[in-house]
């Protein structure tokens, strides 16, 4: 028989995990915005495409507390860089950006949460880089290049120009998203993919050290 002293336990446990939790998914916002600041250009896309590893601490928030913390971290994330650096796009960037991390972070965690083994994470991982992709492709040739050129005041020729100039085999927004924007998307989804795996079983250590 359950006593009330146990209940007042078990809900003080309960309250006690889940300001863990809302504090963990607070530091993991802030530690992804800072290092969203952090970006290195590609020689295989124009200069506005830069990669950075923001998605890293959002990815293992994710597999440490599901895919709603993680979406949560992926907000904190871009509202952090919108307030700090502004938007020349009245925030449709970091709308692309949200989503887009949005597409990497929730088919990973959702697929790693059925099972935590390596095995789910690396195929979850792979799904969420494929994912985002395609996404990324998407959003960008229908939604995200049409704004930068609407916002900046020039033809979506100067865009796709850019992009000719990195790549002659770029001549219109499908293969500006294929040529340019696909690879970019391959690549920070590798990159985050393994990184994460490197650091996901020492860092969920420390959590759940942290938890008890």
Do not use: W
């Not at 950075?52 to 994710?62: H, Q, R, T, W």
């Not at 990973?108 to 880089?129: H, L």
């Not at 993919?193 to 759940?208: A, G, H, N, W």
């Amino acid at each position: 028989m359950i006593t009330s002293t146990q209940n007042q336990n078990v809900s003080r446990h309960s309250t006690q995990y889940n300001v863990r939790r809302i504090a963990f998914v607070g530091i993991f916002g802030a530690i992804a915005a800072v290092l969203m600041f952090i970006e290195f250009p590609l020689f295989f896309a124009p200069s506005f495409y830069q990669l950075d590893f923001s998605e890293v601490p959002v990815l293992i928030g994710a597999f440490a507390y599901g895919p709603v913390a993680g979406i949560l971290i992926e907000l904190i994330k871009n509202l952090i860089h919108f307030l700090i650096k502004g938007s020349a796009t009245a925030g449709i960037g970091e709308l692309a950006a949200f989503i887009i991390g949005i597409a990497l972070i929730l088919p990973a965690s959702v697929i790693y949460r059925m099972g935590k083994t390596k095995k789910r994470a690396i195929i979850g991982m792979i799904i969420g880089t494929i994912t985002m992709t395609v996404v990324g492709c998407l959003f960008n040739a229908f939604v995200l290049l049409p704004t930068y050129a609407k916002a900046f005041g020039m033809p979506i020729d100067s865009l796709i120009e850019m992009g000719t100039a990195v790549n002659s085999a770029v001549h219109d927004l499908f293969t500006f998203a294929v040529l340019c924007v696909a690879p970019f998307n391959l690549l920070k989804g590798a990159v985050v993919s393994v990184i994460t795996l490197l650091l996901y079983k020492r860092i969920s250590s420390l959590i759940k050290g942290a938890e008890r």
